[in-house]
C-alpha cells in the first residue's frame, strides 16, 4: 500500500516537473527565435551570439528528452505498468523512483545498458554523444 501512495505523490511530482520544463522550453525556444532574428555589430559579437545559440540548443535538446520521459512515465502510470522495469519486468525500487520519478529500468539492468556500449537506451549522461549520433 505505501508503494501505491508513493505513486500517486510521484505522479503530481511530475506533472509539476512537467508543467515547469513546458514553461521553461518555452522561454529557451523564444530565446532562441530572438537569437536568430538579432543582427550582431561585429564578429565578436555573432561569436558570442553563436556560442550562447549552442548552449541554448543543446538545453533545448535536454528539457525536450525529460519532458517526453516524463510524458512516457505518466502514460506507464495510467496503463498501470508505472514502476516495472522495462528490462526484467521487476519491480523498481521506490528509492530509484524517488530520486528519477520518471526511469523505466532498475539499477542493475541500467548499469547493463551502459556496459554494452552505445547500441544501448540512450543514457542521461551522454546526451551529447546521443545528439551528434542522432545527427548521422
Known sequence: MARK??????????????EALAL???GDLSLLRELHAATSG??????CDTAQD??????????????MAIDDAIV???EGTYGDCDG???????????AVPYVN????????????GPSGPASWNRVFDNVQADQV
Open 88 to 98: 526484467c519486468g521487476k519491480p523498481i525500487p521506490l528509492q530509484r523512483l524517488q
Open 54 to 67: 549552442e548552449i541554448n540548443s543543446q538545453l533545448v535538446d535536454v528539457e525536450s528528452r525529460e519532458l
Open 42 to 47: 561585429d564578429i565578436l559579437d555573432a561569436a
Open 5 to 18: 501512495v508513493a505513486i500517486v505523490k510521484l505522479r503530481k511530482i511530475l506533472v509539476r516537473r512537467r
Open 24 to 26: 521553461a522550453l518555452e
Open 76 to 78: 506507464r502510470m495510467d
Open 105 to 116: 529500468d532498475c539499477i542493475i539492468c541500467r548499469r547493463k545498458a551502459e556496459d554494452s
